[in-house]
């Protein structure tokens, strides 16, 4: 019996995996993207299609580990100081976006003939968006670090502290039977959570890099792998336990490891279970998607798909446009963040509880929420589509085809029309690419063929030929988009030559640490210029300027080596200044 039962898990594991590996293919193939694959792979195999595997929600609560461990590895991309310059962001446009959603989409289930209470719960639910999506596309495309990504992932991030509020207040719509039973009272709840967040963050400050520290000194690799999910598991316990999301606990301990020497080891622990679990939580949620339900009551359904997403997506694209986004940043935001969410699920299963909603509707509501995201990755699509086909009617633009450059440049101002030269004076094939298509057509008429493509886009780089590329340069004027390339390449291209240009020391450092080869600051070699020239102009002979240089040039590299492995300061005395005693720092900023 147990040789039985043991076969018959394996056969379910089999099917998932094998229904993975043909269908995400295939409709990636047809350019409808992963997440659609799994989606349509989990309808045909489950309890509504061949019926192969039967307990949908049972995958889907394991799996939920998945977009846990996305949101981990989100959070060790965040340090706390770039966390807190979101905190705008985060608790103004996710009140705003939310608030307005709110109202808005519990008007459209009045509009239905529901009661307030159930239509403002209907409506709540719908408003928290699919982290698991919206991170995951925006994770194919390269855009997470973007800012347009970032505001995104702070209304994502407001989303989920609203767990705690909103259950507390589906707690007030219940009937005083099913209330005074069930309920935790909200200040015991919200105590709880707070509590929860506390203890984390003290793990997290006291506890995690002594930690990781010891188990370092083992060399055991497997030990390692096994420590950082317990780091991302406990956290997302301690969460639950509090009231809060899984996934914010992970982003915090994040955060909390984004600053650790262990980061990038964490990363590359972490990156097969979260790849693995994430396409298991989303063929879960198409092998939930009751096909029965929505045989019965479809034209409700289909109605409430169609009037909630398209509410939700009129009004995120409101409030894009009056927090001065652009059009197109607006759109793309409002198709994005269109659908509902998995922690609808959650809210809708305790109004069910509580009696604030019936069985039929939680049923509707389900359905509607499952569409919801199954359509969402189809929207994307046919608006990336859409997008692309706009783009490249530009005239003298073009976008980047299987090129198969030696050396790849990303950027083509004037540092990469410089930097390029080197390479073109020994016949080497270069393939560019831009994104600003006046760059592009004013490159043309000095000869040159410059492809539109931005290089931070893991697609971009792989059709303008990174991975065949010996070296890449990155020559973008922009220290932030300079910083989302390296990290993207090195991602893509663990093995390439990396160069980039730096804004200053700073940024240099930044780049060092996201592991591009070689950095040349920007400012660097024209004031060692102008300081040679000072020399000369002083009376200083040839040789004796050259040799001072170089050895300004020596201090400078043994300066920038102490402060990659130490900080900010950790090189200041190889700093030579004209003061006889030097003040202690006041500033984070380095000389440069």
Avoid at 39 to 46: E, M, Q, R, V
Avoid at 224 to 236: D, E, H, Q
Avoid at 374 to 402: C, I
Avoid at 573 to 585: D, M
């Amino acid at each position: 019996m147990a040789a039985d039962g043991n076969a018959s898990q394996l056969v379910g594991i089999v099917t998932l995996l094998g229904a993975a590996v043909i269908g995400v293919p295939l409709f990636k193939r047809l350019g409808l993207g992963a997440v659609l694959g799994y989606l349509a792979a989990g309808l045909a195999i489950g309890p509504f299609g061949m019926a192969l595997v039967t307990d949908a929600q049972t995958i889907i609560h394991v799996a939920e580990l998945g977009v846990v461990m996305f949101l981990f590895v989100i959070g060790l991309e965040m340090k706390p100081s770039h966390l807190w310059g979101l905190r705008g962001q985060i608790f103004g446009l996710g009140s705003m976006q939310v608030g307005l959603c709110s109202l808005l989409l519990t008007a459209v289930g009045m509009a239905f003939g529901f009661s307030w209470q159930v239509a403002f719960v209907s409506g709540a639910g719908f408003v928290l968006t699919s982290t698991a999506i919206v991170m995951q596309v925006l994770a194919e495309r390269g855009d997470i670090h973007a800012p347009h990504g970032q505001r995104m992932v702070s209304i994502l991030l407001f989303e989920d502290l609203l767990i705690v509020p909103l259950l507390a207040i589906v707690a007030f719509l219940a009937p005083a039977q099913a209330s005074d039973n069930a309920v935790v009272p909200l200040l015991q709840r919200a105590g709880l959570a707070l509590l929860s967040l506390a203890a984390l963050v003290g793990a997290g400050l006291w506890l995690l890099n002594p930690m990781f520290r010891l188990l370092a000194k083992s060399k055991a690799r497997e030990v390692m792998t096994a420590a950082a999910l317990l780091v991302v598991l406990g956290a997302a316990l301690l969460m639950e336990l509090g009231g809060l999301s899984m996934a914010m606990g992970a982003f915090v301990a994040g955060v909390l490891l984004s600053e650790s020497s262990f980061r990038h080891q964490l990363e590359a622990d972490i990156e097969p279970f979260r790849g693995l679990l994430l396409g298991l939580f989303f063929l879960g949620v198409g092998m939930a998607l009751n096909l029965q339900v929505v045989g019965q009551h479809w034209p409700l359904i289909v109605a409430g798909v169609l009037a909630l997403m398209a509410t939700k997506a009129a009004c995120i694209y409101l409030v894009a446009r009056l927090t001065r986004s652009p059009h197109r940043v607006a759109l793309d935001r409002a198709i994005l963040m269109a659908q509902g969410g998995e922690f609808a699920f959650v809210l809708f299963s305790e109004a069910l509880k509580l009696q604030v909603i019936s069985a039929e509707v939680h049923a509707n509501m389900t359905a509607i929420v499952v569409l919801s995201m199954a359509l969402t990755p189809l929207v994307v699509s046919m608006h990336k589509r859409w997008a692309r086909g706009d783009a490249l009617q530009l005239d003298g633009v073009e976008a980047p085809e299987d090129l198969r450059g030696t050396v790849l440049v990303i950027g083509f101002g004037r540092v990469g029309q410089i930097a390029s030269q080197g390479p073109l004076a020994r016949g080497v094939q270069l393939s560019i690419i831009d994104n600003d298509p006046d760059t592009i057509r004013a490159a043309a008429l000095y000869g040159f063929k410059v492809y539109y493509g931005d290089g931070a886009r893991p697609d971009i780089l792989r059709a303008a030929g990174a991975h065949h590329a010996q070296a890449i340069l990155v020559c973008v004027d922009d220290k932030q988009a300079a910083s989302r390339i390296v990290q993207n390449v090195r991602r893509e291209c663990p093995r390439v030559q990396l160069i980039s240009r730096a804004f200053d020391r700073e940024h240099a450092l930044e780049l060092v640490r996201s592991d591009a080869d070689h950095v040349v600051r920007e400012t660097f070699e024209s004031a060692m210029q102008m300081g040679r020239l000072t020399l000369q102009a002083i009376g200083v002979d040839d040789d004796e300027a050259s040799g001072v240089m170089d050895e300004v040039r020596r201090r400078d590299a043994e300066r920038f080596a102490l402060e990659t492995a130490g900080g900010l300061f950790a090189g200041r005395a190889l700093v030579l200044g004209n003061i006889e005693h030097i003040p202690p720092p006041q500033h984070d900023k380095p000389a440069q």
